[in-house]
């Protein structure tokens, strides 16, 4: 089952220490070759972006910056074979930025994308059902 | 909806982490005792220690680093029990003894440093060729995929005792055989990496077409040997044949969710619905195949037959592929791989670029051989030629017969509604 992670965070005043990025390289490239990371990949501020927005049946195009407290600041697609694996390169991920930069805070949402065992029959899957 | 039960929480949250770190260990492991089967063993160990620590202490800040950690202080205890009783029958005196020591210790220290050889040398001795097919497939799964004996045994719908006689027994053979915790010779290597592929897309094709049972795939399966080749793709660069692999199960892989219709009936490639094809699995084969392309020299097996699939990945409808390119590779790969399935699919290709009767004439001589006697798709891929050119009572008689070999409950219906649909319109 595939997940995908959204790296949400207030935009920082100075730029991630350099030792963190080469961390975040290394943990990416272990992820890629055990096969769990499928897609990665870092987004600029929303400044170069724009919204879409349909409401009272018609379209609005808004350029970014948008007016949210955090930014969107990387995604990635991971396919595991459970949500605690999702969580756990998740909190590799996030243990690299408590401990390379000082105060950084931030949040990943971990979010289960629908594949085709969500569709057709039933197979027995190897990983347990989640609970529920 | 019941309260999040935290000891479960945190069982999930070990197998989790187990599942990540198990191969690692257990290779680590491997080259500090040489012997696969102990390694496995001090692995299990660490993780009955977290499964009982962690609920009750917490998840440790790095969860892997703890259960290595754990795991090399089993196997300090085992390499030191195992000299204390040679060392007391050569009365060595305080200083040799803890000079040993020291040497053991950093031996265990240098344990994370080669990790990536160890997980080769792991491979290739779970699919060493002195083992029996099952045993290198359930070895392979256990050790490398971090699997328990339970889900192999469901993945395979086979008893959980058989799938643990066969780990037994493998694990037995290589101890028996003193097979070493090496990497093949250079001499060997063409032919063990083979054995490891052939293991490899052994487990992806019983879950992309699983033989047996109602299920039409297992994609658990499929999931698993992606991920032990992208695994192989990393440790071993240069092999072409591994790229080749890798393309062939990830563009197999992208066309899981458009196999089945909503009632759980299979879909053959002609009829599926390509939008439901997994753009990202497709992007991720066709770049492995150009990593197994630019490696240069002549494709192999699995290189060729993910460049079939390429063909097919790259075609928005079956009408616009390109099928002389693909009649064109199934002939390059009846060369390198003699095989009568091939020369089958060869004639499916050839009837879709140059007609029926020309797919016909390269079926003709496999019936009349009979090496695919009781294999459902030569009567099928015979009956769909024949429909195509009319012949529709003969193509009825194929289908029918097509039904009867199947052993996949899903296929069989399948067969039965061409069957009828032949009947229909004779």
Redesign the interface.
């Known amino acids: 089952m595939r997940y995908l992670v959204l790296l949400e965070a207030a935009q920082p005043a100075t730029p991630p220490p350099p030792g963190l990025l080469e961390a975040i390289m290394q943990l990416g490239e272990e992820a890629a070759t055990a096969g769990a990371l499928l897609d990665t990949a870092g987004l600029a501020p929303s400044a170069a972006g724009a919204r879409v927005r349909l409401g009272g049946g018609s379209l609005t195009v808004t350029d970014g910056p948008f007016a949210e407290a955090k930014e969107m600041i990387s995604y990635a697609l991971y396919q595991v074979r459970s949500k605690e694996e999702a969580v756990e390169w998740t909190s590799r991920f996030m243990k690299l930025h408590r401990d390379l930069w000082a105060g950084w805070e931030g949040d990943a949402k971990v979010l289960r994308v629908y594949g085709p065992e969500d569709f057709g029959p039933a197979g027995p899957a190897l990983a347990d059902a989640p609970p529920g | 909806?019941a309260a999040?039960?935290p000891v479960?929480a945190t069982h999930?949250?070990v197998?989790?982490?187990w599942?990540?770190e198990s191969a690692r260990l257990v290779a680590g492991l491997a080259r500090l005792v040489r012997d696969v089967a102990t390694a496995e063993e001090l692995a299990q160990d660490a993780l009955v220690i977290a499964l009982e620590q962690w609920p009750r202490d917490g998840v440790p800040?790095?969860?892997g680093a703890w259960l290595m950690a754990t795991a090399k202080h089993r196997a300090v205890d085992l390499l030191r029990r195992r000299s204390s009783y040679e060392r007391k029958l050569a009365e060595l005196g305080r200083d040799v003894e803890s000079e040993r020591e020291s040497a053991e210790d950093a031996l265990v220290e240098r344990l994370d440093d080669h990790i990536g050889d160890d997980l080769l040398r792991l491979i290739f001795i779970s699919c060493h060729p002195v083992l029996a097919m099952e045993g290198r497939v359930a070895l392979t799964l256990r050790l490398l995929g971090g699997?328990t004996t339970a889900?192999i045994a469901?993945?395979f719908l086979v008893p959980e005792p058989t799938v643990g006689q066969r780990i037994v027994r493998a694990k037995r053979t290589l101890a028996a055989r003193r097979v070493p915790f090496e990497l093949p010779p250079a001499a060997e290597l063409a032919g063990r990496l083979s054995s490891v592929l052939e293991v490899v897309y052994l487990v992806f094709n019983e879950g992309y077409s699983?033989t047996a049972g109602?299920?039409?795939?297992?994609?658990?399966?499929c999931?698993?040997a992606?991920?032990?080749?992208?695994?192989l793709a990393?440790?071993m660069p240069a092999e072409r044949e591994v790229h080749g692999l890798v393309a062939l199960m990830e563009l197999q892989a992208s066309r899981?969710?458009a196999r089945?219709?909503?009632a759980?009936e299979p879909v053959l490639l002609p009829d599926q619905d390509r939008r439901l094809w997994d753009r990202?699995l497709i992007r991720?084969g066709l770049a492995a195949l150009a990593r197994a392309e630019d490696l240069g020299g002549r494709l192999g097996p699995y290189a060729l037959q993910a460049a079939i699939a390429a063909c097919h990945a790259r075609a928005p409808s079956p009408a616009a592929t390109d099928w002389p390119r693909v009649a064109a590779l199934y002939q390059v790969l009846a060369h390198v791989w003699p095989s009568p399935v091939v020369e089958l699919n060869r004639a499916v290709a050839v009837g879709m670029a140059y007609g029926p009767a020309h797919g016909l004439a390269v079926v003709e001589p496999l019936v009349a051989r009979g090496d695919l006697d009781g294999y459902p798709q030569l009567p099928a891929v015979r009956g769909d030629l024949l429909a195509r050119l009319g012949r529709l009572d003969e193509a009825r008689a194929e289908f029918s017969r097509a039904a009867g070999w199947t052993r996949n409950a899903g296929e069989r219906a399948l067969f039965l509604r061409r069957a009828a649909a032949c009947a229909d319109t004779s």
Do not use: C, K, Q, Y
């Open positions: 909806m999040p039960d479960r999930r949250a197998e989790a982490v599942r990540i800040d790095n969860p699997l889900e469901r993945a699983a109602d299920d039409w795939t297992r994609p658990a399966l999931e698993e992606l991920r032990l080749g992208r695994l990393g440790l899981l969710p089945t219709d909503p759980g990202l991720r």
